[in-house]
């Protein structure tokens, strides 16, 4: 939800300096912290703001008098939320610079610093210390602004910024993307019911310092992520979407939203994509069961594979007779099914691979496989090599074909991987353009648990997706933080390369309800 109330920073920390007997400018030091209300007892910011003035050519005195700035920095912490045993809290620092007389001369807020621990109390302290890393770069910033509003004094003023320093100051406005809900043709939305979800993702190489939905502060995930529900009233609703940086650059989305009795809850979707988006068709396969004694066995990869079974047949546009399930299947059968696949798939039809099993990553050759039921550890016959499963993309005559590989070391299938691209401008742009997409529970130099909590959340986001399109992005975005708060795992996604992606996704389409 959207708070109703504007942050309050209770706590503060004061620096003030003033001119020392060397004409060193000298900074006084006073430190006030709160943790979800309560003073802390052990500073968490102090000793590493001190740093950074001795750092910027100050000395540290005992006493403010005829101080030359006052610097404040509010900090405290908030509550968060809990999923399964992990808690986060979110820090809130304000920064003031003061002159002698009292005005100011450079302020900066950083709003919702995520933190996460075993309680709210640890959440919060974990978030001070991740604002370190914020608030540090802030304090020089701060006093070189002070210095050149100062009047020439050649006895305690250091140069003026540096051409290096300049340079390096973002001009670059923070990056909206928004997810949902999704605007095709025009940027209004027509609903009938009394609020709205709001999701989507904020960028910005300086950080960003506020970031509000109709002038209401909403707190961001470490990664820029952002979800909140707007109440709207009947008739038109006017939605303003606000990002500002640490250097003050600012950018906006806006769209508009028509409440009326009887609409539908989203009218400009895009047309309807079901009769001319082709076949759906999907292999499955999951091996718990290796016949080389020397492979452990899993538990845990069949009943994934299952869940996503039924999920996909039962939700989305997937006949059971278009889907291949392959249990504990041996490296023949997994090559012949695919080949079989590639003989009946059109070159308008979109083809799903989820393999969850063992996988291997040879740091000396650099090479990925998987693991079928019959691999030997004595040797590689019949393990499949990752650029094997690429050739096999790269073949199939698909519009789109999305790769979901839970298994140990399975980021290796990329061969370059992607930041988070640019949000797409419809859903029909991107089944238009061909794809070869992949979406991983872990990196290259990860091994992935038995009981795989990156399933867990895809399989939950896609059962729980009210949208009639979902892209492959658009879901992996919905759950990749969710996967990392909750597992030592860190999920992957982006381009198979050199398999013919030309910039679409795997589009999802939910089934109607009759």
Known sequence: MIPCRNIILPAILILSGLISANGQQSIFLLTDEFNL??????????????????????????????????????????????????FTSFADISIILKDKDGSTTGEK??????????????????????????????IP???????????????????????????SLDQLAPDIILSEPLLFRNSVLETSK????????????????RFTINKMPVVLSSSGQFSAELP????????????????????????????????????????????????YFAILIGINDYNDPGIINLDNP?????????????????????????????????????????????GNDNLLIFYAGHGLWDTKKRLGYWLPADAKVSNTANWILNSTIKDIIASMPTRHTLLIADACFSGSIFKTRKAFSDAPPSIEKLYELMSRKAMTSGTTNQEVPDKSV??????????????SYISSEQLFTSFREAVMNNSPITPQYGIIQETGDEGGDFIFIRKRQP
């Open 302 to 346: 069949v009943n994934d594979a299952t869940a996503l079974y039924e999920t996909l047949t039962g939700y989305y546009t997937f006949e059971k007779t278009n889907v291949v399930f392959l249990k504990n299947p041996g490296r023949d059968e997994i090559i012949i099914a695919l080949d079989e696949l590639s003989r009946k798939i059109s």
């Open 109 to 138: 807020s950083l709003i919702g610093l995520k933190g996460a621990g075993l309680s709210y109390d640890h959440a919060g302290i974990d978030a001070l210390k991740k604002s370190i890393s914020k608030v540090i770069p802030e």
């Open 194 to 209: 009394s609020s709205i979800k709001i999701e989507g993702k904020v960028s910005d190489a300086g950080g960003i310092v």
């Open 141 to 167: 910033l701060l006093l070189e602004q002070a210095r050149t509003a100062q009047k020439p004094d050649p006895v305690n003023l250091k140069p003026e910024i540096t051409a290096d320093r300049q340079r």
């Open 454 to 467: 990156f399933l867990e959340y895809l399989n939950k986001r896609l059962k729980e997706n009210n949208q």
């Open 37 to 86: 209300g309560k003073k802390v007892e052990i500073p968490v910011l102090s000793p590493s703001i001190r740093e950074a003035v001795i750092k910027e050519g100050f000395s540290i005195t005992a006493t403010d008098k005829d101080r030359s700035f006052l610097l404040e920095v509010k900090a405290s912490t908030r509550q968060g939320s809990e999923t399964q045993g992990i």
């Open 232 to 279: 709207v009233n009947q008739g038109i609703t006017m939605v303003l979407i606000e990002a500002e940086d640490s250097n003050q650059n600012l950018s906006s989305k806006s769209f508009s939203v028509n409440r009326a009795p009887g609409a539908i809850a989203i009218s400009n979707e895009p047309a309807d994509l079901t009769s001319a988006s082709g076949k």
